[in-house]
């Protein structure tokens, strides 16, 4: 696009410079993310061919029942709701979320029954809920970075909620934030449910796929990021891929937008906001359409280049694997002392202290989940229809099923299975109704409390390793990382696409690192701990807040992060 021409995006107009700035920054990431792109895809390329030779799989018995996936199309949630529109004013929509987890606002029941398409369609990936105008107040204020530091004494909120209403702010990271409003508060307890559920997929489904694509991709932002020096988590690895790349290119284009622009707004800080959000929103969806594209082909580069090499690799395998097991003896001897070093003065002396930090909201949030399921199923035993049979299970579990139970995968297996086991004693004996209920209540909580307890060690190992594990990788990189590439001459020259020093000298930080750990997890684990699960985001800022109570801040970790735990995703 020529200078001084312009374009319009989703209703904000951008100058064509504006529109070349975007563009650039987003074919420069794509062209510097995609070399890491193209070596993992062939690491992970072959890994994928020696699984399937070796069949190793590694398997996790559960005895609760999963439910087959929904269709896409399916409808999870469907009411008339108040939502504020791009008009500034509150109007009521018809609101239905998908089995794809998306959200859409319809301009009326009538209009979605007839198949009209929906007025407004998002996926709310990144979204961060909130209740409460204060709490949203805030974090809209500190994602706006506002140059002339004003010192206005009365800010009016982004939006005025009708009197006696119930507000959800729906806040999207570099995208427009979307807000709804109820009359009740246990419907907007139910939209809720629903909506932290979609969020939770949204971000994470697509990245947690098994193909060489997905797992490729994840390995390359991984080193991609450490090019940068960022060893720790990454709260913006959300969304399909081409999201995370776009997240990437706002990260370094924001500040520079922010040069640009924000100096030059006039008017209140609620009319700056308004249009700094649009215009990021405009930026981001830009650098999205910029990516697709070459994201595409570049994933049918490598597959293309995988392929040509496939029966080289079938028929050298045992080859190949013996030359990355000899150049992980090379790597093992000089990486070894060191990581365990680190690992026996600066991991194991903390492992007590951040067991005892998780133990209170983890056990909370289980025992809360186990409490909410037993209550529920005793309330559906009162509730059911005497002598209802079949029929009876059918109306009761449409009326269950609209509880959004996708917050908890335990949860949500323990009702299909509670389903299941009903139906089958119903069937057996229709007659023996509270006979039958009871026994399918006591086998399913039974059953989740086996499933819970085969889980916990291994979720809290795994969480132990995630909060370490950046630390480790920061404190030996400047001694080892200079000199990874110099062992590639160990590497037959047929084979370097396949074997990638750096990945081998991760996996022995790794090895080093779950070791360790799992020695401190069974010297300190409190028998409690086998009660509970927890799914962690961001965890290795708790292991900065132990190091720093104990040494001087900046010894180890220069970048903290955020640590939580998230209820929603367990």
């Not at 199309?73 to 609101?95: A, I, M, N, P, T």
């Not at 991760?506 to 090895?511: A, G, K, V």
Request: aromatic share 10%; glycine share 4%.
């Amino acid at each position: 696009m020529k200078s001084g021409a312009s374009t319009q995006v989703r209703g904000v107009v951008l100058t064509g410079s504006d529109h070349c700035v975007c563009a650039g920054r987003a074919e420069a990431e794509l062209k510097n993310f995609s070399p890491h792109y193209r070596q993992q895809y062939f690491v992970a390329f072959f890994s994928q061919l020696q699984e399937e030779v070796e069949q190793h799989k590694e398997t996790h018995t559960q005895l609760l029942k999963q439910r087959e996936p929904l269709r896409p199309e399916e409808v999870l949630y469907q009411d008339s709701v108040l939502h504020y529109d791009d008009s500034g004013k509150w109007k009521e929509r018809f609101v239905v979320m998908r089995a794809n987890h998306s959200l859409e606002c319809h301009d009326n029941q009538e209009s979605f029954s007839k198949g009209v398409p929906a007025r407004q369609r998002l996926l709310p990936t990144g979204g961060v809920v909130l209740t409460s105008e204060e709490k949203y107040t805030a974090l809209v204020d500190k994602a706006f970075p506002d140059p002339k530091c004003l010192k206005e004494e009365t800010s009016p909120p982004m939006v005025v909620v009708p009197p006696g209403q119930f507000p959800v702010y729906l806040r999207l990271p570099y995208r427009r934030d979307v807000y709804f409003s109820f009359p009740q508060e246990d419907r907007r307890a139910t939209f809720l449910s629903i909506l932290t559920g979609c969020i939770r997929h949204q971000n994470h489904d697509s990245l947690r796929r098994s193909s060489c694509e997905s797992q490729a991709f994840l390995k390359a932002i991984h080193f991609y990021r450490q090019e940068k020096g960022h060893y720790e988590s990454w709260d913006m690895l959300v969304g399909c891929e081409e999201q995370v790349l776009a997240n990437l290119v706002l990260e370094e284009l924001q500040p520079s937008l922010q040069t640009e622009l924000l100096a030059r707004l006039k008017g209140k800080k609620a009319g700056r906001k308004r249009v700094w959000f649009t215009t990021l929103e405009a930026a981001y969806h830009l650098v999205q359409d910029q990516l697709r594209e070459g994201l595409k082909g570049l994933k049918e580069e490598c597959k293309e280049t995988a392929r040509s090499h496939e029966a080289l690799l079938r028929s050298d395998m045992d080859q190949i694997a013996s030359s990355r097991t000899f150049l992980q003896a090379k790597l093992q001897a000089s990486v070894s002392d060191p990581a365990v070093k680190f690992c026996s003065e600066n991991v194991s002396p903390y492992l007590a202290s951040i067991l005892e930090e998780l133990m209170s909201p983890v056990t909370g949030g289980f025992q809360g989940l186990r409490l909410l399921l037993e209550g529920e199923i005793n309330a559906l035993c009162v509730s059911f229809p005497e002598g209802g049979g079949q029929e009876g299970l059918n109306q009761v579990r449409g009326c269950w099923w609209s509880k959004s139970w996708s917050s908890s995968l335990l949860m949500e297996n323990a009702v299909y299975t509670f389903k299941l086991l009903l139906q089958s004693s119903l069937k057996d004996n229709p007659s023996n109704l509270t006979s039958a209920m009871e026994k399918a209540k006591l086998r399913v909580l039974k059953q989740y409390d086996h499933d819970s307890s085969t889980v916990r060690k291994r979720i809290f190992q795994e969480a132990l390793v995630d909060i370490t594990l950046p630390a480790i990788r920061r404190n030996l990189a400047p001694a080892h990382k200079p000199d990874l590439q110099k062992l590639d001459q160990y590497i037959f020259a047929d084979y370097t696409n396949f074997i990638k020093v750096e990945n081998v000298y991760e996996d022995i930080l790794l090895n080093i690192l779950t070791i360790e750990v799992d020695k401190g997890f069974s010297l300190h684990i409190h028998p409690c701990f086998f009660d509970v699960i927890v799914s962690l985001q961001h965890t290795h800022t708790l292991y900065d807040t132990f190091i720093i109570k104990h040494k001087n801040e900046g010894e180890f970790l220069s970048q903290p992060g955020s640590w939580k735990v998230n209820k929603e995703l367990l």
